[in-house]
């Protein structure tokens, strides 16, 4: 995962220990992204921000050639111990890497990228934006997961919704987090002034798991979108 300021490495180990089952993330954003991902097989994919390696993981069972990254060293250890046993065949390659700044790749290198809930981190997501473009094959696409403006204007009670803003939240399973709130028109100013098209956009829907498990988050996710998918393909 990446940031301006504020790093995973402070709440790592309670981060990589719960998210595979915390709701929001295992039964309501993981299914909807991994139900848009085109096939990957045969693909080199590469994931931005792997925090403790799940969506890599995904990909390597799907028979993508996985480069995978994340701006906390803690988070990318987390990684490799997941994926270690995964690594026979050299299919997949895990650094420490910031998205934002210029990656470790030659230009044009990637059939596709994922950025799972990575890019509110940054204050701006052009820089991270342009450089996805670049490592892009020309024909190729990137998928991510982000908050959903709407709702995070309504949790954090803003006064100026069209303006970004830094805040600071508290996640019951892992603590004191940090990140960037913008409204939906500087997602979408942000997505073609770095030079995409936008071909897929998701408000998804809670799954029946999550409703199992949390009814109440289930009503009020049917109100309220807490995410938002894009599917994005560079312009020609």
Same mark, same amino acid.
């Given at each position: 995962m990446a940031a301006d300021d504020f790093n995973y490495d402070s709440i790592a180990a309670d981060y990589a220990s719960g998210v595979d089952r915390a709701p929001y993330n295992a039964l309501y954003e993981r299914p909807a992204m991994m139900g848009l991902l085109p096939d990957v097989s045969g693909l080199r994919i590469l994931d931005a921000g792997c925090g403790s390696g799940w969506y890599a993981e995904q990909l390597l069972d799907r028979g993508a050639k996985v480069d995978a990254f994340d701006a906390s060293e803690s988070m990318v250890e987390y990684a490799r111990r997941r994926l270690s046993i995964r690594n026979a065949d050299g299919r997949i390659s895990i650094? +420490?890497? #910031?998205?934002?700044? %210029?990656?470790?790749? &030659?230009?044009?290198?990637?059939?596709? *990228?994922?950025?799972?809930?990575?890019?509110?981190? =940054?204050?701006?997501?052009?820089? *991270? =934006?342009? &450089?996805?473009?670049? +490592?892009? @094959?020309?024909?190729?696409?990137?998928?991510?997961?982000?908050?959903?403006?709407?709702?995070?204007?309504?949790? $954090?009670?803003?006064?100026?919704? $069209?303006?970004? #803003?830094h805040v600071v939240d508290h996640w019951e399973?892992?603590?004191?987090? !940090?990140?960037? %709130?913008?409204?939906?028109? /500087?997602?979408?100013?942000?997505? =073609?002034?770095?030079? $995409?098209?936008? /071909? @897929?956009?998701? !408000?998804?829907?809670?799954? &029946? /798991?999550?409703?199992?498990? @949390?009814? !109440?988050?289930?009503? @009020?996710?049917?109100?309220?979108? &807490?995410?938002?998918? $894009?599917?994005? %393909?560079?312009?020609?």
């Open positions: 650094q +420490v890497a #910031e998205l934002g700044s %210029r990656l470790p790749f &030659e230009d044009h290198t990637f059939d596709g *990228a994922v950025s799972p809930l990575v890019l509110h981190y =940054l204050s701006d997501w052009r820089p *991270a =934006l342009k &450089e996805i473009r670049r +490592v892009l @094959k020309p024909a190729g696409w990137f998928q991510f997961s982000t908050h959903h403006p709407s709702a995070d204007a309504a949790l $954090f009670n803003t006064h100026d919704y $069209f303006t970004t #803003e399973w892992v603590g004191r987090v !940090e990140f960037f %709130r913008r409204s939906l028109t /500087e997602i979408g100013a942000s997505i =073609l002034d770095s030079g $995409f098209t936008i /071909e @897929k956009m998701v !408000e998804p829907a809670p799954t &029946e /798991e999550f409703r199992a498990a @949390k009814p !109440e988050s289930y009503v @009020k996710l049917m109100q309220q979108p &807490e995410f938002l998918i $894009f599917r994005i %393909r560079p312009v020609a």
